[in-house]
């Protein structure tokens, strides 16, 4: 895609920010595509063994696709977990940091997994998939755009701040159109 190809998508959006400022200005440089192949988390807690005085942490453990912004919020939990485990001076800190870890990883892992998978060339899982509850997501961040309410309860699940659990209380859900 060019240059007046990307403001042309965007200017499709819903949100005439982003078409906007590709409209009034210069781009430093040429397009870069980025290339992100998968999420990935490999499963360190499922291991019946890991070596002594080793850990693997941060995108090592879970990468996720660069676009929800979680990778850096992920590694910074893990590390307050390290910390205190390494603080306590616990025995096996390895298998108590991924335990822990994984606990961390579980919500925003299910989070964008499920919405990648949305996108039909996604290979995965779908079972779990449901189409009401991505639609309604649909509609709240598209209300969000212009209610500052939505967009704080948006935020604060993506920056692991609430849980997904937040989006359906009530007062949110009254706020989002049928
Ligand atoms: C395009 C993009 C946008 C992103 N945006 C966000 C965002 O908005 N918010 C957010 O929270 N996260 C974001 N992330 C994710 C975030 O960057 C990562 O989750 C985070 O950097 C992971 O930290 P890390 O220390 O595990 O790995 P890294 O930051 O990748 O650090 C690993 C380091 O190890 C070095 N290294 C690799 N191999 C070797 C070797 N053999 N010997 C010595 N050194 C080595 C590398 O050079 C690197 O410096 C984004 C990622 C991408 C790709």
Redesign the pocket.
Known sequence: MDDDGMVAWAAELDCQDVATLLRTSAPLGDPVK?R?PASTWWRYDRMSRFPAGFLV????MC??N?IY???????ALEATILGRLLKDGSEDVAAQFFTESAAVIDVPWTTVAANDLRFPDAVGDRSALDPERGAYLDRLCAAAVTDPVLTTAFLRVTQLMDTPAALFKPEIAARVPA
């Open positions: 980025m992100y942490t941060g995108d090592a990468s996720f660069p912004g979680q990778g850096m919020t992920v590694a």
